[in-house]
Every structure is written in structure tokens, then in C-alpha cells.
């Protein structure tokens, strides 16, 4: 089993700053992207950022020049720095995982969510 677990949500006031964590656990073989995705009340959900094990990154545009995403290959982890921050940031953010499992089977696996709100 593999489980992800996000922490750092919280509530800001815009052009504060955020900073997300995820931890991937269980049975992980080896993960090749880590990414964060988000989605607002009534919106679908929309790519936020990822990071490969070799360090590419890639932003939505929304986010470009604001959020920096980065990973610590040996612990599992991802994080989302999340700088001034607007009220269209609010979202349940979601940690997500392209990875392989020590059986070898390849899995997306999702965190349950945390809460960003960012008041006006």
C-alpha cells in the first residue's frame, strides 16, 4: 500500500506565503514525478505543479514566478512553496505520485487534500 499525506494548508492573507509537504510511504519502488494539483469549489482539477526524480519542473501559468516546487528524492517528499498568494489561490490542494510499487505495478496515488484559503 502507499499512502501520501499532505500538511501546510491553512488559511493566509492574500500576498502571504504557504508552504505545502507531502510524504509518500508504504510500498514504494521508485517515484518518478511528484506534483501538487488543485481544485476550487465548482472547478475541475487543475495541475498546480510537478517535479521529477531528476529535478524538471513544470508550473501552470497562474503560478509561474509565485510557487516553487521541490523534492527530497531520499525521503519521499514534495513540497510546494507557495508565495504571494491571491484569493484565486483557494483550493484544496493535492499531493499526487507517479510511481512504482515494490511488486512493479505502476500507480497514481493521491493524498486526501488540504485546505488553502486566502482572504482578501
Known amino acids: 500500500q502507499v499512502q501520501l499525506v499532505e500538511s501546510g494548508g491553512g488559511l493566509v492573507q492574500a500576498g502571504g506565503s504557504l508552504r505545502l509537504s507531502c510524504e509518500a510511504s508504504?510500498?514504494?519502488?521508485?517515484?518518478?514525478?511528484m506534483g501538487w494539483y488543485r481544485q476550487a469549489p465548482g472547478k475541475q482539477r487543475e495541475l498546480v505543479a510537478v517535479v521529477t526524480s531528476g529535478g524538471s519542473t513544470n508550473y501552470a501559468d497562474a503560478v509561474k514566478g509565485r510557487f516553487t516546487i521541490s523534492r527530497d528524492n531520499v525521503e519521499n517528499m514534495v513540497h510546494l512553496q507557495m508565495n504571494s498568494l491571491k484569493p484565486e489561490d483557494t483550493a484544496i490542494y493535492y499531493c499526487?505520485?507517479?510511481?512504482?510499487?515494490?511488486?512493479?505495478?505502476?500507480?497514481?496515488?493521491w493524498g486526501q487534500g488540504t485546505q488553502v484559503t486566502v482572504s482578501s
Open positions: 499526487n505520485a507517479d510511481l512504482f510499487d515494490v511488486d512493479g505495478f505502476r500507480r497514481g496515488s
Open positions: 508504504g510500498a514504494i519502488l521508485r517515484i518518478k514525478v
